[in-house]
């Protein structure tokens, strides 16, 4: 049936979609505990009239893209586990490690007199560490949306072509 033929070229692309932006999240040296990478999945719906593909991800993924802008305060806890997964000031104690997260977490903030210092450092240069900024453009760029176009347009008329000959040898047509 052509909703199958159509649904399996989705779920494919979006397999291939999911795939090349945890590829782009390793190369970018964004792994730490590898909880985001886990994250990246794609789903399909389907309605009588549409096939729907959404690509989802930590709700985080938006940090490691963009950085984070002043004004919100990146939780402690949250800023202790990747030091430690990043093994950043790993030899200070305990005590030490907080105050090292908490200075951290201020400057994201803008807690700081120097307004050059707000925010991370991806936020503040306006990219990301080895090119990790707007995954999503280079997993869904012009040639990969050209690719799936060409795609269901193969597809879809080897199905109705294959649907008209089957129509025709049953004497239907």
Partial sequence: MLINVLENIVKQWGDETVKLLKQYHIEAGQKASGNAEKEFKDEISTTD??????????????????????????????????????GVAQGLSEKGQRGVAFAIARVHAGNTSDPSKVGSWQHR????????????SKAVDQSRLNALSKLVEDNLIKEVESETLRQFRTGKI
């Fill in 125 to 136: 240069k306006g990219t990301t560490y080895k090119g990790f900024a707007n995954p999503v």
């Fill in 49 to 86: 009239k549409d096939i729907n593909l959404t690509i989802l991800g930590s709700d985080y993924v938006e940090f490691l893209d963009r950085g984070r802008g002043g004004g919100k305060q990146t939780p402690v806890d949250v800023l202790l586990a990747w030091m430690k997964t990043k």
